[in-house]
């Protein structure tokens, strides 16, 4: 059955930021998102604190945390690989991170640089340290579709890293289709052999459209009882990593679908607009979003 809500997790100004060859200041990062925390959205993630070597553009992100106004009703939220990561983080006030790896080898060492096993160790120190300073930990984990370097990935592989990170700490696991190859079928495979170890409430759907499949595949996870959805406003982004890999699913397209289909998301499609037009014209072109362009050519 179909859920009757549907929580969206805002991850334009990391996942689609991170990607994007404009460097965009602190300044103009916060402006995002304090767009976006007028919306409706109740998780936004704003950032993360991985090497400046590896991915500059998220290099602000201690300015970001730092200058954001502390809210009530919005999580904030930012990825850290590392318990360096994690130091930074909370110096600069960050409430809720989220660790990432992989069910793919191949993807593990171009991303962050060691095995699949060697990262779960390295989680170890940052659970810790997250657990003693009350901060909620997420779990990702990428190439649950498909892999850029290794090719298909076994579902079995994706529900070993999940449980596993689940066991560690995670209050949920987001399922990431990093490059986007997967369809309904795979959509089904997946989530068959997932949910036999993990219920539907601790999991998220992180679907990048590459081939125009997010929507479709999204709907399928719905079906599967997932309510929880990583989108990206206007369609930012993609994955340094993972190359030829386009954004997020557009949280634009993401609402319209759930308001077409009466499940509750909370967002408010207007304001929403108003921070993919905001987002866009810095960027300097239209949103890759179809129900974007549309809304906003009426
Ligand atoms: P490493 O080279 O193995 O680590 O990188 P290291 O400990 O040897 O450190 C190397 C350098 O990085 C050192 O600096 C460290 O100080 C520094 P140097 O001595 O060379 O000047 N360093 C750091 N600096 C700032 N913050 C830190 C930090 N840690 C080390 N936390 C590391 C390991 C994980 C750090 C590196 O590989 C990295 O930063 N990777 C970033 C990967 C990344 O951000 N990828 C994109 C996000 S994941 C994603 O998009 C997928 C997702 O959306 C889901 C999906 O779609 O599938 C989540
Ligand atoms: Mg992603």
Redesign the pocket.
Known sequence: MLPSKVSIVE?GP??GL??ETLNLSAAQKIELINLLSKTGLKRIEAG????????PQ?ANSDEVFQALPSRTDVQYSA????I??LE?AIDAGVKEV?V?G?ASEAFSQK????SISESLKRFEDVFQLADKNNIKVRG?????MGCPYQGDISPKAVTQVSKALLDMGCYEI?L???IGAGTPRATSLLLEDVLKDIPAQKLAA?F?DTYGQALVNLYKALEYGIATIDSAVAGLGG????KG?SG?VATEDVVYMLNGMKISSGVNMDRLLTASSYISEVLGRPPVSKAANALLAK
């Open positions: 991850v990391r996942d991170q990607n993360s604190f991985v090497s400046p070597k590896w991915v998220m990825l850290t690989p590392n360096r990561g930074t989220a990432f992989s991303n962050i640089n060691c990702y984990v990428s190439c649950v987001s990431g289709d990093t992180h990048h994955c340094p990593y993972a890999a997020n």
